[in-house]
């Protein structure tokens, strides 16, 4: 889901890659956990996609928390 997902942000299908990103944001988190490395890949590659649809709060937002979450594990 994540592959298909990069592949529409590739082609600049925002809104397909955003419904994607989501659900395995979504997943991610409940099956691995809140502060999994690869949840937190999830949560920044979904911010990117908010930040080329213009959506610059919920990018900045969920890119630190991301960040901060990234802080706390490493």
Same mark, same amino acid.
Do not use: H
């Given at each position: ?21 989501? !659900?395995?944001? %979504?997943?991610? $988190? ?5 502060? #999994?490395?690869? /949840? ?16 610059? !709060?919920?990018? %900045?937002?969920? $890119? ?5 979450? #990234?802080?706390? /594990?490493?």
């Amino acid at each position: 889901m994540n592959n298909l997902a990069s592949t529409f942000w590739n082609q600049g299908l925002w809104e397909e890659a955003e419904s994607l990103e989501v !659900k395995v944001m %979504e997943i991610s $988190q409940r099956v691995l956990g809140e502060e #999994y490395p690869d /949840t937190l890949v999830s949560m920044a590659n979904l911010a990117s996609t908010f930040w080329n649809q213009g959506r610059w !709060k919920e990018a %900045e937002s969920l $890119q630190i928390r991301a960040c901060f979450a #990234y802080r706390r /594990t490493s």
